[in-house]
T-cell receptor, first 110, second 113 residues
């Protein structure tokens, strides 16, 4: 079954804690992206990666970090520096011009 | 900075009504245009896209969109909506030869039977 998987579906973070959201794709897509979705604000780009071992900041990268050690995987870490982490996080990948999205992870702060 | 505007934040329709959702963008060069839909509890999925050619593009589930270059618009239309069209709709723009999509803020559509 091909596609983009994100885990977990729900994630809870305590104050001061770093958490990592997983994104895996078996579509052999080169580029991968992380977005944050908040009500009334659409999707905002956090980080993206066009090739392995390379990534660029998006529009709201502060408080987040990523790695791209494998083509299939693009994990996102929400650090304690992100003061408002509660949101729905979407991972996407691209082959050509069209982006395809994963099911998302909802992060909640305890 | 490039932006994408969706002026309708929340639209409520009865079944069989016609739908038009507005999308305007601010970039003047060549663009690729997309409409995505997010049904309740489901993935964001591609509804239709425009890259070049015929400015009237047809997508899945009876949706279509028209690219009007002079108006920087890419409005989404459907002649007769169904209850199952209840979802959030996002317009997105990609500047030619770049990797970043710019999304609008989304329009929430509710269709009542």
């Amino acid at each position: 079954d091909g596609g983009i998987t994100q885990s977990p579906k729900y994630l809870f973070r305590k104050e001061g804690q770093n958490v990592t959201l997983s994104c895996e794709q078996n579509l052999n897509h080169d580029a991968m992206y992380w977005y944050r979705q908040d009500p009334g604000q659409g999707l905002r780009l956090i980080y993206y990666s066009q090739i392995v071992n390379d990534f660029q900041k998006g529009d709201i990268a502060e408080g987040y970090s990523v790695s791209r050690e494998k083509k299939e995987s693009f994990p996102l870490t929400v650090t304690s520096a992100q003061k408002n982490p509660t949101a729905f996080y979407l991972c996407a990948s691209t082959l050509g011009e069209t982006q395809y999205f994963g099911p998302g992870t909802r992060l909640l702060v305890l | 900075a490039q932006s994408v505007s969706q002026h309708n934040h929340h639209v409520i329709l009865s079944e069989a009504a016609s739908l038009e959702l507005g999308c305007n963008y601010s970039y003047g060069g060549t663009v690729n245009l997309f409409w995505y839909v997010q049904y309740p509890g489901q993935h964001l999925q591609l509804l239709l896209k425009y890259f070049s050619g015929d400015p009237l593009v047809k997508g899945i589930k009876g949706f279509e969109a028209e690219f009007i270059k002079s108006k920087f618009s890419f409005n989404l239309r459907k002649p007769s909506v169904q209850w199952s069209d209840t979802a959030e709709y996002f317009c997105a723009v990609r500047r030619y030869n770049t990797d970043k999509l710019i999304f609008g803020t989304g329009t929430r559509l509710q269709v009542f039977p």
